[in-house]
């Protein structure tokens, strides 16, 4: 009968061989990272605080995305939304029926295209999408904080590059 051997120290030692995780800031979490990851995780920190504060309202972010989207540009059909939220056409099916047994949708068919539906928001939608609103604004407070204007908009800037595609130089 083979006996079996336990690791000497136990649990303890097990835990002091570990290697260290480094927190959000840290080693290659923090500025030595790269910047995708670095980007990686803010937009994940910066997404459950968003989830955080939409909690108490009823909302997710992926419905504040498609609230956000059919309150800026009324009438667009689903595959526009869907563009729009960078969601998938599944993803925003799903959002838009729960967002229609809500009472926060109205759907309508196209005036001229017959298979497709246009969705706008109801009253109680802007309502909903009013008080996400007010939550989006504080979290883009806290994302400005420490910033100047003139940092703020190269940020902005410079986000907005990298979601853009990159032009041909021989145009």
Known sequence: MAKTMKPK????AAA????HIPAPGEGKR??????????????????LNMERQLADVG??????????MLGAYPGISGADV???AMLTPQTVSVIMSNLEKMGAIARQPH????????I???????SMLAECKVRAREVDKRLRAGL???????????LVSLATPDEDPGE
Request: glycine fraction near 10%; charge should be positive.
């Open 59 to 68: 909302v997710t972010l992926p419905q504040f995305f498609v609230l956000t």
């Open 111 to 118: 005036p001229v295209h017959g298979r497709i539906q246009t």
């Open 120 to 126: 706008a928001l109801t009253e109680a939608g802007q």
């Open 9 to 12: 120290g136990g649990k303890a």
């Open 16 to 19: 002091a061989d570990a290697p």
């Open 82 to 84: 869907a563009r729009l």
């Open 148 to 158: 100047t204007p003139e940092e703020e908009q190269v940020i902005r800037r410079w």
């Open 30 to 47: 923090g500025e030595s990272g790269y910047l995708a990851y670095l980007l990686r995780q803010a937009s994940a920190a910066n997404r």
